[in-house]
């Protein structure tokens, strides 16, 4: 079993910035995919951005150029740098594990999720 745990959301004005963390434990050995995905009220859950175990990084259209996903394999944890935010930023934003040589922003692949933690940009 894997556990993750985001912290990191609030609230800032447009064209601020914060980051996100997913701390991840349990067993973490066969973690190959992680990403983050966001919904925000009566809409679907969208992927943000994904990293593989080898650093290979994919984005949303709607963030490249702002945000940056990383992750520090040594201290189990995924980050995402939002930079330059807008108000349809706002929404719960998620983290997402997978174990299995795919990777992708589609939400149905992953097996493990967060609870959420919630960014609101204000305009």
């Known amino acids: 079993q894997v556990q993750l745990v985001e912290s990191g959301g609030g609230s800032v004005q447009a064209g601020g910035s914060l980051r996100l963390s997913c701390a991840v434990s349990?067993?973490?050995?066969?973690?190959?995919?992680m990403a983050w995905f966001r919904q925000a009220p009566g809409k679907e859950r969208e992927g943000v951005a994904y990293?593989?175990?080898?650093?290979?990084?994919i984005y949303a259209d709607s963030v490249k150029g702002r945000f940056a996903i990383s992750r520090d394999n040594d201290k189990n944890t995924l980050y995402l740098q939002m930079n330059t935010l807008k108000p349809e930023d706002t929404a719960m934003y998620y983290c997402?594990?997978?174990?299995?040589?795919?990777?992708?922003?589609?939400?149905?692949?992953?097996?493990?999720w967060g609870q959420g933690t919630q960014v609101t940009v204000s305009s």
């Open positions: 349990g067993y973490t050995y066969d973690i190959y995919c």
């Open positions: 997402a594990a997978r174990s299995g040589r795919m990777c992708s922003l589609n939400p149905s692949i992953f097996t493990y």
């Open positions: 990293i593989t175990s080898g650093g290979t990084t």
